[in-house]
């Protein structure tokens, strides 16, 4: 069964440096998100991009943050300079079209900013 | 979105049936239910969808009420490895209004399956 996969599973980083999450969504998946958890918290929405181009952010996802889909398989989220208050789990989802609802979600990546 | 209300725990005996109540007073017509589960810090998991008829597929049911305030997920055999928060969320279908198709995650419901 295709399944969304994401790298690193875990990232170390120190403040003020530069991370990227990699994504892979499901291939005819259409619509790509990105979604975060701090440990013990909700799970809170970043960001939505379709057709090349962000279609929804949340308050969160400042300028710190942006996506991008570089070639036809891999959805990344980079965060330019981490904060302590980054870390958490970043979890991707992707879904097929405007009439499938259901969004996958892949293992998450847990990162840790020291 | 309309708001939902969940539990914020219960209790299930291995082998019996769990049924996970949610609250959605104010949802409107064009709104489904959703329940996604989210196993120990992994990534949430998609369970079943419904908008007024009652659904069931190959992991649960869901039984939504006929004035569609409040639904019930049922797993039927509960596992040990059904141990997880469940959340009911309520969205509109499609690119409707603003959305894009996020979800809002509440605190869910943690489901604790004892042996």
């Known amino acids: 069964e295709p399944e969304v996969t994401q790298t690193p599973s875990h990232q170390v980083t120190q403040m003020g440096q530069e991370v990227i999450l990699r994504c892979v969504p499901i291939?005819?998946?259409?619509?790509f998100y990105w979604y975060r958890q701090i440990l013990g918290q909700k799970v809170e929405f970043l960001v939505s991009?379709?057709?090349?181009?962000?279609?929804?952010k949340s308050e969160i996802f400042d300028d710190q943050f942006s996506v991008e889909r570089p070639d036809g398989s891999n959805f990344t989220l980079k965060i330019r300079s981490t904060k302590l208050e980054d870390s958490a789990m970043y979890f991707c989802?992707?879904?097929?079209?405007?009439?499938?609802?259901?969004?996958?979600f892949g293992p998450g990546t847990r990162l840790l900013v020291l | 979105d309309a708001k939902t209300t969940q539990p914020t725990s219960m209790d299930c005996a291995e082998g019996r049936a769990a049924n996970l109540p949610c609250n959605h007073s104010?949802?409107?017509?064009?709104?489904?239910v959703y329940w996604y589960r989210q196993i120990h810090s992994q990534g949430p998991q998609y369970i079943i969808h419904?908008?007024?008829n009652n659904e069931t597929n190959e992991m649960a049911s869901l039984i939504i009420t006929e004035d569609r305030k409040s639904s019930t997920l049922i797993l039927p055999h509960a596992t040990l490895r059904d141990t997880a928060v469940y959340y009911c969320?309520?969205?509109?279908?499609?690119?409707?209004?603003?959305?894009?198709?996020?979800?809002?995650f509440g605190q869910g419901t943690i489901l604790t399956v004892h042996p």
């Open positions: 989802a992707s879904r097929t079209d405007i009439k499938q609802e259901t969004q996958y």
């Open positions: 291939s005819n998946h259409l619509y």
């Open positions: 991009f379709y057709n090349n181009e962000i279609s929804e």
């Open positions: 104010t949802i409107s017509g064009n709104e489904y």
């Open positions: 419904g908008l007024k």
């Open positions: 969320i309520v969205r509109v279908a499609g690119a409707g209004g603003t959305s894009y198709g996020k979800l809002t």
